[in-house]
Protein backbone atom coordinates (compact mmCIF):
# COMPACT_ATOMS: atom_id res chain seq x y z
CA UNK A 1 0.00 0.00 0.00
CA UNK A 2 1.30 3.73 -1.53
CA UNK A 3 2.55 5.35 2.45
CA UNK A 4 3.30 8.48 3.10
CA UNK A 5 7.15 8.85 1.38
CA UNK A 6 5.75 7.10 -1.82
CA UNK A 7 3.01 9.82 -2.15
CA UNK A 8 6.08 12.37 -1.63
CA UNK A 9 8.05 10.53 -3.62
CA UNK A 10 5.18 10.48 -6.31
CA UNK A 11 4.31 14.07 -5.94
CA UNK A 12 8.16 15.15 -6.79
CA UNK A 13 8.02 12.75 -9.62
CA UNK A 14 5.05 13.99 -11.45
CA UNK A 15 5.40 18.07 -10.60
CA UNK A 16 7.81 18.48 -12.77
CA UNK A 17 5.64 17.12 -15.90
CA UNK A 18 2.13 19.54 -14.69
CA UNK A 19 3.61 22.12 -12.77
CA UNK A 20 1.89 25.64 -14.68
CA UNK A 21 0.65 23.19 -16.98
CA UNK A 22 -2.65 23.62 -18.93
CA UNK A 23 -4.86 20.27 -19.02
CA UNK A 24 -5.98 20.14 -22.57
CA UNK A 25 -8.02 17.06 -22.28
CA UNK A 26 -9.79 15.48 -19.43
CA UNK A 27 -10.17 11.67 -19.75
CA UNK A 28 -12.66 9.13 -17.14
CA UNK A 29 -12.11 5.37 -18.38
CA UNK A 30 -13.72 4.13 -15.26
CA UNK A 31 -15.70 6.87 -12.28
CA UNK A 32 -15.68 3.74 -10.10
CA UNK A 33 -13.18 3.96 -8.05
CA UNK A 34 -13.76 4.60 -4.15
CA UNK A 35 -15.97 6.81 -4.56
CA UNK A 36 -17.17 8.20 -8.06
CA UNK A 37 -15.19 10.44 -10.41
CA UNK A 38 -17.78 13.53 -10.34
CA UNK A 39 -18.42 14.94 -13.85
CA UNK A 40 -16.85 18.00 -13.48
CA UNK A 41 -13.63 16.92 -13.77
CA UNK A 42 -14.84 17.20 -17.43
CA UNK A 43 -14.90 20.71 -17.34
CA UNK A 44 -11.64 21.44 -16.54
CA UNK A 45 -10.45 21.90 -20.06
CA UNK A 46 -8.47 25.14 -20.58
CA UNK A 47 -7.58 25.98 -16.66
CA UNK A 48 -3.76 25.42 -16.22
CA UNK A 49 -2.49 23.88 -12.75
CA UNK A 50 -0.86 26.44 -10.21
CA UNK A 51 0.37 24.26 -7.38
CA UNK A 52 0.64 20.39 -6.59
CA UNK A 53 1.12 19.63 -2.96
CA UNK A 54 0.23 17.02 -0.55
CA UNK A 55 -1.65 16.98 2.86
CA UNK A 56 -1.49 13.14 4.73
CA UNK A 57 -1.51 11.11 1.58
CA UNK A 58 -3.70 13.40 -1.01
CA UNK A 59 -2.45 14.75 -4.19
CA UNK A 60 -4.17 17.81 -4.42
CA UNK A 61 -3.48 19.91 -7.45
CA UNK A 62 -4.79 23.85 -7.46
CA UNK A 63 -5.91 25.27 -10.63
CA UNK A 64 -6.12 28.35 -11.60
CA UNK A 65 -9.78 29.19 -10.79
CA UNK A 66 -8.75 27.84 -7.45
CA UNK A 67 -10.65 24.83 -7.36
CA UNK A 68 -9.00 21.51 -6.66
CA UNK A 69 -8.49 17.61 -7.70
CA UNK A 70 -7.94 15.71 -4.74
CA UNK A 71 -6.34 12.14 -5.11
CA UNK A 72 -5.53 9.44 -3.31
CA UNK A 73 -3.50 6.28 -4.40
CA UNK A 74 -5.42 3.80 -2.11
CA UNK A 75 -4.37 0.36 -1.44
CA UNK A 76 -2.97 -0.48 -4.69
CA UNK A 77 -2.96 2.74 -6.99
CA UNK A 78 0.01 4.18 -9.30
CA UNK A 79 0.79 7.64 -11.29
CA UNK A 80 2.35 7.46 -14.25
CA UNK A 81 3.35 10.60 -16.94
CA UNK A 82 3.49 9.28 -20.57
CA UNK A 83 2.98 10.75 -23.75
CA UNK A 84 -0.74 10.81 -24.58
CA UNK A 85 -0.30 8.63 -27.88
CA UNK A 86 0.95 5.79 -25.59
CA UNK A 87 -1.53 2.09 -25.33
CA UNK A 88 -3.77 2.19 -21.87
CA UNK A 89 -2.98 -0.38 -19.85
CA UNK A 90 -5.21 -2.27 -18.07
CA UNK A 91 -6.50 -0.03 -14.29
CA UNK A 92 -5.86 3.42 -16.22
CA UNK A 93 -9.01 4.32 -14.74
CA UNK A 94 -7.92 8.37 -14.90
CA UNK A 95 -6.53 10.80 -17.42
CA UNK A 96 -4.90 14.26 -17.37
CA UNK A 97 -3.74 15.58 -20.64
CA UNK A 98 -1.81 18.67 -20.65
CA UNK A 99 -0.58 21.36 -23.35
CA UNK A 100 2.63 20.44 -23.21
CA UNK A 101 2.53 17.20 -24.90
CA UNK A 102 2.38 15.15 -21.31
CA UNK A 103 -0.08 12.87 -20.01
CA UNK A 104 -0.89 11.53 -15.97
CA UNK A 105 -2.56 8.47 -15.70
CA UNK A 106 -3.77 6.72 -12.68
CA UNK A 107 -3.62 3.59 -12.31
CA UNK A 108 -5.23 1.73 -9.68
CA UNK A 109 -5.93 -2.42 -10.02
CA UNK A 110 -8.13 -2.63 -6.69
CA UNK A 111 -9.69 1.07 -7.49
CA UNK A 112 -9.86 1.96 -3.70
CA UNK A 113 -8.07 5.73 -4.84
CA UNK A 114 -9.98 8.63 -5.04
CA UNK A 115 -9.91 11.49 -8.10
CA UNK A 116 -12.23 14.10 -6.67
CA UNK A 117 -13.13 17.65 -7.18
CA UNK A 118 -14.29 20.63 -4.97
CA UNK A 119 -14.43 24.48 -5.40
CA UNK A 120 -14.74 24.86 -1.86
CA UNK A 121 -11.76 26.04 0.33
CA UNK A 122 -9.43 22.65 0.52
CA UNK A 123 -8.73 23.05 3.82
CA UNK A 124 -12.07 22.59 5.31
CA UNK A 125 -13.02 19.76 2.54
CA UNK A 126 -14.67 16.64 4.70
CA UNK A 127 -11.64 14.55 3.99
CA UNK A 128 -9.01 16.84 5.15
CA UNK A 129 -10.46 19.10 7.54
CA UNK A 130 -9.78 16.81 10.83
CA UNK A 131 -6.08 15.89 9.92
CA UNK A 132 -3.32 16.00 12.63
CA UNK A 133 -0.41 17.90 11.71
CA UNK A 134 1.95 16.90 8.83
CA UNK A 135 4.70 14.53 10.47
CA UNK A 136 7.44 16.61 8.73
CA UNK A 137 6.21 20.09 9.91
CA UNK A 138 7.87 21.45 12.45
CA UNK A 139 4.52 22.24 14.45
CA UNK A 140 4.70 18.02 15.00
CA UNK A 141 7.52 17.22 17.95
CA UNK A 142 7.22 15.84 21.12
CA UNK A 143 5.39 18.57 23.34
CA UNK A 144 2.52 17.88 20.63
CA UNK A 145 2.90 14.00 20.91
CA UNK A 146 2.96 14.32 24.95
CA UNK A 147 -0.62 16.74 24.94
CA UNK A 148 -2.16 14.43 22.28
CA UNK A 149 -1.10 11.69 24.49
CA UNK A 150 -3.20 13.41 27.95
CA UNK A 151 -3.74 10.74 29.91
CA UNK A 152 -4.74 8.09 27.16
CA UNK A 153 -4.38 4.55 27.79
CA UNK A 154 -4.22 3.32 24.37
CA UNK A 155 -1.05 1.84 23.20
CA UNK A 156 1.53 4.46 21.84
CA UNK A 157 1.70 2.58 18.87
CA UNK A 158 -2.42 3.17 17.66
CA UNK A 159 -1.65 7.03 18.84
CA UNK A 160 1.18 7.90 16.03
CA UNK A 161 -0.77 5.67 13.91
CA UNK A 162 -4.23 8.20 14.72
CA UNK A 163 -4.68 10.78 11.89
CA UNK A 164 -6.00 12.92 14.24
CA UNK A 165 -3.03 12.82 16.10
CA UNK A 166 -0.25 12.93 13.49
CA UNK A 167 -0.97 11.66 9.29
CA UNK A 168 1.06 9.63 7.37
CA UNK A 169 2.60 7.28 10.04
CA UNK A 170 1.65 4.17 8.59
CA UNK A 171 2.44 0.74 10.64
CA UNK A 172 5.83 0.30 9.02
CA UNK A 173 6.97 3.40 10.12
CA UNK A 174 5.41 3.46 13.44
CA UNK A 175 7.34 -0.02 14.37
CA UNK A 176 10.60 1.32 12.80
CA UNK A 177 10.11 4.55 14.31
CA UNK A 178 9.45 3.11 17.83
CA UNK A 179 12.52 0.79 17.65
CA UNK A 180 14.72 3.76 17.29
CA UNK A 181 12.94 5.38 20.02
CA UNK A 182 13.35 2.42 22.37
CA UNK A 183 9.61 2.53 23.07
CA UNK A 184 7.68 -0.82 23.56
CA UNK A 185 4.83 -0.18 20.45
CA UNK A 186 2.33 -1.42 23.35
CA UNK A 187 3.40 1.00 26.14
CA UNK A 188 0.37 3.21 27.69
CA UNK A 189 0.55 6.64 25.82
CA UNK A 190 -0.29 8.54 29.00
CA UNK A 191 2.57 7.21 30.65
CA UNK A 192 5.43 8.14 28.80
CA UNK A 193 7.78 10.79 29.56
CA UNK A 194 8.11 14.27 27.14
CA UNK A 195 11.86 13.13 26.74
CA UNK A 196 11.16 9.97 24.82
CA UNK A 197 8.21 11.49 23.00
CA UNK A 198 10.80 14.09 21.37
CA UNK A 199 13.04 10.87 21.21
CA UNK A 200 9.69 9.69 19.11
CA UNK A 201 8.63 12.70 17.50
CA UNK A 202 12.43 12.71 15.76
CA UNK A 203 12.43 9.37 15.08
CA UNK A 204 8.92 8.96 12.99
CA UNK A 205 10.96 12.22 11.07
CA UNK A 206 14.10 10.16 10.40
CA UNK A 207 12.40 6.65 9.18
CA UNK A 208 10.04 9.14 6.76
CA UNK A 209 12.86 11.43 5.64
CA UNK A 210 14.79 8.12 4.66
CA UNK A 211 12.11 6.75 3.18
CA UNK A 212 11.60 10.01 0.76
CA UNK A 213 15.29 9.59 0.30
CA UNK A 214 15.07 5.82 -0.48
CA UNK A 215 12.15 6.59 -3.47
CA UNK A 216 13.64 9.55 -4.91
CA UNK A 217 16.71 8.23 -6.20
CA UNK A 218 14.33 5.80 -8.36
CA UNK A 219 12.89 8.68 -9.77
CA UNK A 220 15.58 10.01 -11.57
CA UNK A 221 13.44 8.80 -15.23
CA UNK A 222 10.43 8.64 -13.51
CA UNK A 223 8.80 9.47 -16.80
CA UNK A 224 9.97 6.63 -18.54
CA UNK A 225 9.25 4.01 -15.85
CA UNK A 226 7.02 1.44 -15.62
CA UNK A 227 5.28 3.93 -12.90
CA UNK A 228 6.72 1.78 -9.53
CA UNK A 229 7.72 4.67 -6.78
CA UNK A 230 10.57 3.74 -5.14
CA UNK A 231 8.75 1.93 -2.15
CA UNK A 232 10.33 1.74 1.11
CA UNK A 233 13.54 -0.75 0.62
CA UNK A 234 16.16 0.75 3.53
CA UNK A 235 17.09 -1.52 6.11
CA UNK A 236 14.09 -2.56 8.69
CA UNK A 237 14.88 -3.56 12.29
CA UNK A 238 12.02 -4.67 13.57
CA UNK A 239 8.92 -4.89 11.12
CA UNK A 240 8.33 -8.50 9.28
CA UNK A 241 11.19 -10.07 11.88
CA UNK A 242 9.32 -11.68 13.89
CA UNK A 243 11.66 -14.47 15.53
CA UNK A 244 14.87 -13.10 14.26
CA UNK A 245 17.59 -12.03 15.56
CA UNK A 246 17.59 -7.85 16.85
CA UNK A 247 20.33 -6.59 14.79
CA UNK A 248 21.68 -4.26 17.83
CA UNK A 249 21.11 -6.92 20.74
CA UNK A 250 20.82 -10.23 19.55
CA UNK A 251 17.70 -10.94 21.36
CA UNK A 252 14.41 -12.29 19.63
CA UNK A 253 11.72 -10.21 17.59
CA UNK A 254 8.64 -10.31 19.67
CA UNK A 255 5.33 -9.88 16.92
CA UNK A 256 1.96 -8.82 19.11
CA UNK A 257 -1.10 -7.16 17.56
CA UNK A 258 -2.28 -4.01 18.31
CA UNK A 259 -5.34 -2.49 16.91
CA UNK A 260 -5.74 -5.40 14.90
CA UNK A 261 -2.14 -4.38 13.14
CA UNK A 262 1.03 -7.05 13.57
CA UNK A 263 3.51 -4.98 15.52
CA UNK A 264 7.15 -5.72 16.08
CA UNK A 265 9.58 -5.02 18.59
CA UNK A 266 12.43 -6.26 20.21
CA UNK A 267 12.01 -6.93 24.20
CA UNK A 268 15.62 -6.05 24.53
CA UNK A 269 16.32 -2.37 22.73
CA UNK A 270 12.29 -1.49 24.04
CA UNK A 271 11.01 -0.35 27.00
ZN1 LIG B 1 17.38 -5.29 20.45
Known amino acids: MPELPEVETTLRGIEPWLDQQVIDSVNVR ?8 PPEVNDLTGLSIKRLWRRAKYLLLELSDQSHLIMHLGMSGMMRVVRPDEVYQKHDHFELVMENGYALRLNDPRRFGCVLWTDEPIESHQLLA ?27 KNLIMNNHVVVGVGNIYASEALFLAGIRPDRQAGRIALQRYQKLAATIKQVLELAIQAGGTTLRDFRRTDGQPGYFKQQLNVYGRADQSCLQCGKTIINITLGQRASYYCPGCQT
Not at 30 to 37: C, D, K, T
Not at 137 to 149: E, I, N, P, V
Open 130 to 156: SLGPEPLSAGFDGQWLKQAAGKRTVAV
Open 30 to 37: NASLRWPI
